[in-house]
């Protein structure tokens, strides 16, 4: 018997065991919401009955080609990609097993099998499992690249057990981790040498020695639902959306007719909560200048909340928010060029008329991670306000990366308490400034450190960038549209209803 976990091979199944739920019924609901839309969402929950007593009479292979074919059919190959890619890892990593998983990761050769699409698990199995392999089902895509909503395989188990068997010709895996499931077919587990039925045991040392003490974190992710769809959560949020459209728009409009001190005592009324910490600086007077709030940035709406609180518009500079979004705007909005000169005179200029709001980190990040600092706030002003900033909703996120944005704002009002979080860190000592000699470089991280403390985050390096060709496959510029794109983008987030 070899002595090092190096020389282990291990095959694991994915469903029930190295995630919790054996149930794939919400993952194929997060496709067709975030892929198609409403329409493909409310039919796949309305047939969920069907597919239940499908599994219930042992008809298996029934009930996952019916949801492969309501999920996928018509869609565009890249569009399940990307939901693959941008939005299935964060619900995929909420449910993984550690226990599975410290026995999966401490083999070299790790394979994941799955009775769901190949394309919809191989980009989190390879890049947060550390998988090498990974065998599902391949779905029919016609000449013109949209998915027929068929699949290749007839009999999934058997499928499963000869793609196991091809990749492993020469030896038998020495570890399978699976579900003891009643089959006419062989299932993967009879080719492994040794076979541990899920749940696997806490306890479980079979290899000591472990390669990988934790699998690969999510910190980007996409899509509009907080929430798992399970059945019984995917209908309260068909039943609550019409009425938080509603609630939105009243909350929107409320928004627009009440002066900004106003808002957070009257927002109490519907719902919405405004927590304030720290003390804030006084407002700018002649002999007073402005301070630069240097911010953490979770959506769109924090500018405005920092206003709401404060009780006085601040302006902000943005770079990647709709054209909508500056029309809709309570506060002053101005444009980073990302032309480093053009923007440092234009922040410069802002500053010396009063209060100013700058977001370093160029982007929004939902998971408890705060990317790199620009460096470039530092450089303009001694007067240097940390805030910390954070919100918690409940349905619907209010950030997108391969959305539209203009929506974001709704989305937020949509929710049925979302909840804003303020905390005013106090100004910058001169001895943490770049007066003191200290580089601005320096001065962004140490910033980075005390607003992550703060809020109890962990610091990057990540970037914008990084962000964008994760969860959109492209570096994050921006292209400015004509008002004909605009309502294209608009249309394009609403083609399901048309589906």
């Avoid at 000449?143 to 999934?156: C, K, M, P, S, W």
């Avoid at 500018?303 to 302006?315: K, M």
Wanted: charged letters at 20%; aromatic letters at 12%.
């Amino acid at each position: 018997m070899e002595s090092s976990t190096t020389s282990y091979s291990v095959v694991s199944e994915l469903e029930g065991t190295l995630l919790k739920n054996p149930k794939p019924f919400a993952y194929f609901m997060l496709v067709a919401f975030e892929a198609s839309g409403l329409i493909r969402f409310a039919t796949l929950l309305f047939l969920w009955p069907i597919i239940a007593l499908l599994d219930v009479l042992g008809y298996r292979n029934g009930s996952l080609k019916l949801m492969i074919f309501v999920a996928t059919a018509g869609l565009h190959e890249s569009e399940i990609e990307s939901v693959a890619r941008a939005v299935l890892p964060k619900f995929y990593m909420d449910d993984v097993s550690m226990d599975a998983w410290r026995a999966f990761g401490s083999c070299e050769k790790r394979v994941v099998v799955t009775r769901m699409p190949r394309v919809m698990v191989e980009r989190f199995a390879k890049d947060h499992l550390r998988a090498d392999e990974v065998i599902g089902t391949e779905i029919v895509v016609n000449r013109f690249g949209y998915a027929t909503g068929l699949i290749q395989e007839t009999n999934v188990d058997q499928s499963v057990f000869n793609s196991v068997a091809n990749l492993f010709v020469d030896r038998r895996p020495q570890l399978g981790l699976g579900r003891q499931i009643t089959s006419d077919s062989p299932t993967f587990l009879s080719l492994c040498e040794e076979q541990v039925h899920a749940p696997v045991p806490s306890n479980y040392n079979g290899h000591i020695q472990r390669l990988h003490v934790q699998p690969l974190p999510v910190i980007f992710h996409d899509g509009r639902l907080v929430k798992l769809p399970t059945p019984a959560t995917a209908l309260l949020i068909l039943v609550w959306i019409p009425f938080g459209i509603i609630l939105a728009m009243i909350r929107i409009f409320v928004g627009f007719l009440l002066p900004l001190w106003a808002i957070p005592y009257v927002s109490r009324i519907f719902n919405t909560r405004f927590i304030v910490k720290g003390k804030p600086p006084a407002p700018a007077t002649p002999g007073n200048p402005g301070v630069l709030f240097v911010c953490t940035h979770r959506t769109l709406m924090d500018p405005v909340v920092l206003s709401y609180v404060l009780g006085r518009s601040i302006p902000a500079v943005t770079y990647s928010i709709s054209p909508l979004s500056e029309i809709l705007s309570p506060i002053p909005t101005f444009r980073l060029t990302r032309i480093r000169d053009v923007d440092a005179e234009m922040i410069k200029k802002e500053l010396s008329n009063g209060d100013l709001v700058v977001y370093p980190e160029g982007t929004t990040c939902r998971e408890p991670f705060l990317l790199r600092f620009s460096a470039l706030f530092a450089e303009l002003t001694d007067n240097i306000v940390p805030v910390a900033m954070n919100y918690r909703v409940g349905f619907f996120h209010a950030t997108t990366a391969r959305g539209w944005k203009g929506l974001d704002p709704i989305f937020f009002f949509m929710n049925p308490r979302p909840v804003y979080e303020v905390t005013f860190l106090n100004q910058l000592e001169v001895e943490a400034t770049c007066s003191s000699g200290k580089s601005p470089y320096d001065v962004a991280n140490y910033v980075q450190r005390i607003l992550a403390a703060t809020l109890g985050f962990e610091c990057t390096n990540f970037t914008r960038k990084d962000k964008y060709r994760v969860l959109a496959g492209n570096d994050g510029t921006v292209s400015y549209l004509s008002f004909l794109d605009q309502v294209k983008k608009v249309i394009t987030t609403f083609k399901p209803f048309f589906h």
